[in-house]
């Protein structure tokens, strides 16, 4: 797979590296945790250089061996551990991810990739490694992956510090009220809603929609459709845009899935589809069978705008889907999300249908949409996905599904006989999404193999450990 599409003046050498950076005295690098989270440092731009130069630098290993409050995992897991003196990791530079940050004294900025030294492979846990690794295998295919991804997040009016102070009780929102889609209601914060969008944009995040969604103090931003690999960046450093934008005006976003148990959910849907080496849109049927109604041997009318190969790619979709939730919803919270199910718009089974808000994978094709712009979106993600993972789910189950030519298991939602009573309902709790994930036999372990799911899975099951003896409001004190 080639890098992600690169970025304005990127450079591609080190002579053009040298000159993009002939003014600065230091630069930022970060790297990916398995939460989505930027693990980074500044360097000098002397050593800098001289990672370039020879390959990368040593990262320390920690960054997958603890959790996102930097608490070490309740049992040793695979990449850092006790066992191996949490040695370094190879990381990386990516010179194609060239930014700067202009909300911190204009520095240059780089996203890494790990290596683990002893075998000079790729780390799989590693979030952008893991992703090359599986559109490498959509390039072997003739195939280019694309994507773009929706945010939607709610805000507070407070700091970091008030936080803290306030014990993360009685915060207030932005502004108050339900005002999805209002023109109005973004003035009262007009410079901060603006500077969301222009900065975004200047970090080499194009954003496509920006507007508010209901609930209080709810933006929902959309990213422009983009290669997959592009799009993942984009969207992990988007959150560090919101979080630094916000921070100038004392607004914290959150990126929770369920922020508040009665309000809807915070989605973070994602849009795919497959070109081939021309750009034609592999998803979309032919000039001829568009002009003639669609597909004739579709099963379904839902279907008969999409190619065979996009049919194949969203049965395989289907089929996987219970088994690799937790890369789509990674948290406890997520699945209160979740829980909501229909009335609160968010699915909770594995079903499909035409421009369905209501099903967990949309199909947007003809009529209504050209066939260039066919696409699925994938409406089970909340907002706190790492997108790496989920980009990395749904494009490799939708390769095994084009690969075993897989037939979808019954026909689209409300469709003459099928009810979310009769399809495949997703687990509605990390500890369920959890052991479909790390079952023998899974379909996560067919596509992604041993390694990553016990790393990986062995997370979420600290994530359920650190739950279980929490003591929360509801338990009184």
């Not at 002893?118 to 992956?145: C, F, H, I, M, W």
Request: aromatic share 12%; proline share 5%; with cysteine.
């Amino acid at each position: 797979m080639p890098p992600p599409s690169p970025t304005s003046n990127a450079p591609t050498n080190l002579e053009e590296l040298k000159e993009l950076l002939k003014d600065d005295n230091k630069v930022k690098v970060a790297g990916v945790d398995v939460d989505g989270v930027l693990r980074g440092k500044i360097m000098s731009k002397d050593k800098f250089l001289s990672t370039v130069k020879g390959d990368g630098f040593g990262f320390c290993s920690t960054i997958y061996g603890w959790d996102i409050h930097d608490l070490a995992y309740t049992k040793e897991l695979l990449v850092a551990n006790w066992s191996n003196g949490y040695r370094d990791l190879w990381a990386v530079v990516d010179l194609s991810t060239y930014r700067r940050l202009k909300w911190e004294k204009n520095i240059p900025f780089f996203l890494c990739s790990f290596i683990v030294p002893e075998t000079n492979e790729k780390l799989v846990a590693d979030p952008r490694s893991l992703l090359e690794k599986v559109l490498e295998d959509q390039g072997g295919k003739g195939y280019k992956a694309m994507a773009g991804a929706e945010f939607e997040y709610f805000q507070y009016k407070e700091t970091a510090q008030t936080l803290a102070d306030k014990n993360f009780h009685n915060l207030k929102p932005l502004t108050p009220g339900m005002h999805g889609y209002s023109l109005l209601r973004p003035t009262l914060n007009q410079d901060y809603f603006h500077d969301l969008y222009d900065m975004a944009v200047d970090f080499g995040i194009e954003v496509e929609g920006h507007h508010t969604e209901t609930g209080p103090g709810v933006f929902e931003t959309a990213l422009a459709y983009t290669d997959a690999a592009r799009m993942a960046d984009n969207a992990c450093l988007f959150k560090l845009v919101a979080k630094s934008v916000g921070m100038k005006y004392d607004i914290m976003p959150t990126f929770m899935a369920k922020p508040w148990g009665d309000l809807p959910g915070c989605s973070g849907h994602i849009h795919v589809s497959l070109r081939d080496s021309s750009g034609k849109n592999i998803f979309a049927v032919t000039e001829e069978e568009e002009k003639s109604g669609g597909r004739k041997d579709a099963e379904y009318d839902d279907v008969k705008y999409l190619s065979k190969e996009a049919e194949w790619f969203l049965a395989g979709l289907l089929e996987g889907m219970p088994d690799v939730v937790p890369m789509f919803c990674p948290t406890i919270n997520s699945y209160k999300r979740l829980q909501g199910g229909q009335a609160m718009w968010a699915p909770d089974t594995a079903s499909y249908g035409y421009d369905s808000r209501a099903a967990s994978v949309r199909i947007l094709s003809g009529p209504g949409v050209k066939g260039y712009a066919t696409r699925f979106e994938v409406r089970v993600p909340g907002a706190d996905m790492n997108p790496y993972y989920a980009l990395s789910a749904i494009f490799a189950l939708g390769s095994r599904g084009i690969k075993n030519k897989t037939k979808l298991p019954y026909g689209p939602l409300n469709s003459p006989g099928v009810t979310r009573d009769t399809v495949k309902h997703l687990p509605t709790s990390l500890e369920g999404a959890v052991e479909s994930f790390m079952a023998k036999g899974s379909i996560a372990r067919e596509v992604f193999g041993d390694y990553f799911v016990d790393h990986y899975g062995g997370t979420r099951q600290h994530e359920l450990e650190v739950w279980k003896k929490a003591v929360t409001d509801w338990e009184g004190g």
